[in-house]
């Protein structure tokens, strides 16, 4: 959530509006709307790449466990 929204931690916010006050004050406010459209686009590819390695780590552990994935689906149906 954080990295996508950082005034959620208001630390991390701190910091951000630090950086981006550095990067206006050096390149002018064109790069700090490019900097907020990079920082939005790499949050997303990280918290997607997460989210798949989460996936795949519960569908490892849970065969090994033996749990039937398709069976807790059915399940859910009814």
Not at 50 to 67: A, C, D, N, P, S
Request: charged share 20%; aromatic share 12%; glycine share 8%.
């Amino acid at each position: 959530m954080m990295c996508l929204f950082p005034h959620v931690n208001p630390a991390e916010m701190y910091v951000w509006l630090g950086i981006y006050n550095g990067v206006v004050d050096k390149y002018g406010t064109h790069a700090g709307s490019v900097l907020a459209v990079c920082t939005f686009i790499l949050a997303l590819c990280t918290s997607s790449f997460v989210g798949i390695v989460v996936e795949k780590m519960t569908l490892f552990l849970g065969k090994r466990q033996g749990i039937d994935w398709d069976e807790m689906e059915a399940r859910k149906a009814e």
